[in-house]
């Protein structure tokens, strides 16, 4: 059945993403393309809360589809979790006509959108816009290609000074408990070792990998060490490591938010306007409660339940590429 709609709320929520600017000139374009109107709720439920919402026409969002961050702006709302920031949401939504919503964000996102589809049965959609690529029912979330390119351009300048001087760097990229970027970032950046959070290596496992290059005279490397890692973060692997090495000057490189900044890569920007008018789109077909994914190149949605039951596995052939590499 198809959803009677007439004013789309769109807003970006949680962690900001390369690409969700041209996930919602998307959405607003496609609005406005059938001939629906269109609102910007700022900062997330942060501003659903407070009643921060701006009209949006085709041309408000001109000139941002090559722009890192969100125009509107986004943040973890804490009030949103609670039964009466919901119901504030609610009056400000419907003071305002609006009667369905688009969430650009995450796995926290989702399950707030969740939560207020059940209480308030408003047609909502989430589309996924995370650096970390973790949501389960889509092969890429947006941002994901464009931070791992980033971390990727900032590991190659560091092996140039890590050669030069003979050292070893650990590099520790972001994903919060997923270690998607971290396993690209190892492979595309030629890493002896990476340390991800899905699988569990010793310290044991990792003095014996560094000591074999020793043997063959590697005389630097790169450790990309996942932040979810469950041994340490790069600081804690470089202090123990140095406690037991003697062989190599050992530097540390936390690469934190510049992977979530800077213009976001073709890939995310058509990922985005692929997923932004599919968001519009199912909402006009009726589709409630699901997420907007891609897997095998084509538009899927998927239901809240089956995103959450499921984690976004790395695939083992990505593993295997790895491990004969990083000899
Ligand atoms: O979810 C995106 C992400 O960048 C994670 O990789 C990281 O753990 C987290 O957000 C950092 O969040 P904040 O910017 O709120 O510190």
């Known amino acids: 059945m198809e959803n009677n709609i007439s004013k789309i709320g769109v807003f970006t929520s949680g962690g900001d993403a390369p690409g969700m600017n041209a996930a919602i000139r998307a959405v607003v374009r496609a609005s406005i393309y059938y001939k629906k109107e269109v609102y910007g709720i700022m900062q997330g ?36 979790r609670t039964r009466e920031g919901r119901e504030k949401a609610f ?43 973790d949501l389960a029912g889509t092969d890429f979330t947006i941002g994901f290609d464009t931070a791992t390119n980033t971390a990727v351009e900032a590991i190659d300048k560091i092996r140039d000074t890590a ?26 950046g030629g890493a002896v070792a990476t340390i ?33 890692s469950k041994i340490g973060g790069a600081i804690e692997l470089a202090e123990k490591f140095s406690k037991r090495n003697n062989y ?35 909402l006009l077909a009726g589709r409630n409660d699901v997420m907007v994914g891609i897997q095998n190149g084509k538009i899927v949605y998927n239901d809240f339940n089956t995103i959450m039951a499921h984690h976004h596995e790395i695939d083992n052939e990505s593993l295997r590429i790895a491990k004969i590499l990083s000899i």
């Open 196 to 228: 991800l959070p899905e699988e569990s290596i010793t310290m044991d496992d990792l003095f014996a990998k560094l000591d074999e290059g020793g043997k063959t005279n590697k005389k630097s490397s790169l450790i990309v060490v996942a932040e979810g």
């Open 45 to 80: 439920y942060e501003g659903m809360i407070s009643g921060d919402i701006v009209k949006l026409g085709a041309r408000s969002v001109g000139n941002i589809i090559q722009r890192g961050g969100t125009i509107l702006k986004t943040a973890r709302s804490q009030e949103f």
């Open 91 to 133: 009056q400000n939504l419907k003071k305002n006509g609006i009667d369905s919503l688009v969430a650009i964000g995450g796995d926290g996102t989702f399950t707030g959108l969740h939560k207020f589809y059940e209480e308030f049965k408003v047609p909502s959609i989430c589309i996924p816009g995370t650096i970390d690529n």
């Open 163 to 188: 050669i030069s001087h003979n050292r070893l760097f650990f590099i520790e990229v972001m994903g919060r408990n997923s270690g998607y970027i971290a396993i690209n970032c190892g492979i595309a």
């Open 248 to 282: 190599f000057d050992i530097k540390v490189t936390i690469l934190g938010h510049l992977q979530r900044g800077g213009t976001p890569t073709y890939f995310d920007r058509v990922l985005a306007s692929k997923m932004g008018v599919a968001s519009v789109e199912g």
